[in-house]
């Protein structure tokens, strides 16, 4: 089986003045199948498996992903879980989160 080195997906995480920002690549993930598992110091990001086309057949590549996919994020700040904005647009998912000083709860969210 074919392993892929880098962790996928791939994402970038971003500090700005008052935020986090995590963005990352999931091309034809429906809003609705992805979950986000937020505390003070820790984003998880859980996606299903990709429509498999199970072809009989000799592979001589695989590479596109065909199992869930979960990403956890130890975050280097300490963000508010109640504060969390994300949007998903052509294939990209971008988490806007707001860092704090004070320690919140934990925060589930399934996309609408």
Do not use: C, W
């Amino acid at each position: 089986m074919y392993e892929i080195s880098t962790p996928f997906p791939l994402m970038d995480i971003v500090k700005t003045d008052d935020y986090l920002v995590i963005i990352m690549d999931v091309p034809g993930i429906r809003p609705n199948d992805i979950i986000l598992r937020l505390t003070p110091r820790n984003l998880k990001i859980e996606l299903p498996a990709s429509d498999q086309v199970n072809l009989q057949g000799h592979y001589y590549k695989l590479e596109r992903q065909h199992q869930n996919i979960t990403r956890e994020i130890d975050l280097p700040e300490q963000i508010d879980p109640e504060s969390i904005r994300y949007t998903l647009s052509r294939g990209v998912l971008t988490v806007k989160l707001k860092i704090t000083k004070e320690v919140s709860s934990v925060r589930t969210i399934q996309l609408l």
